[in-house]
């Protein structure tokens, strides 16, 4: 995994973070707003950008930049095209399917295999 971006943040701790935000229905509507989706990584504090409404941060300074594969990582969000499964499965796919079950447990398996290949190479 090359590392282009400029986030002093910690990957694993990050891909910890979210898992745990995702297991404990992070993505579910809000109470306050139902009416408004919630999106995958850019709704969480994963996103360099969250919070930030003049998104400050171009996504190329994202850890997440590195998951992206060549051209889509110049897209407007690049994260939503990284491939969560072997079938090339993106965020921006599946969000498409409106199956909000199925993008998480596709989130969810790719981010426990991301944290168990960086434990593994950390490890060695």
């Known amino acids: ?11 694993l701790e990050l891909l910890k973070e979210e898992l745990t935000f995702v297991e404990l229905g992070g993505y579910g509507r809000s109470v306050r707003t139902p009416w408004l989706p919630k999106s995958a990584f850019q709704d969480s504090l994963i996103c360099i950008n969250f919070a930030d409404p003049t998104h400050a941060h171009s996504c190329s300074e994202c850890h997440l930049t590195d998951f992206v594969e060549g051209e889509d990582s110049s897209a407007q969000v690049p994260c939503h095209l990284i491939a969560l499964n072997e079938k090339g499965d993106t965020i921006e796919d599946l969000e498409a399917l409106d199956n909000q079950a199925k993008l998480e447990t596709t989130l969810k398996h790719w981010m426990r295999t991301k944290i168990k290949e960086i434990e593994q190479t950390r490890a060695t």
Do not use: G, V
């Open 1 to 11: 995994m090359e590392n282009h971006n400029t986030d002093a943040r910690d990957i």
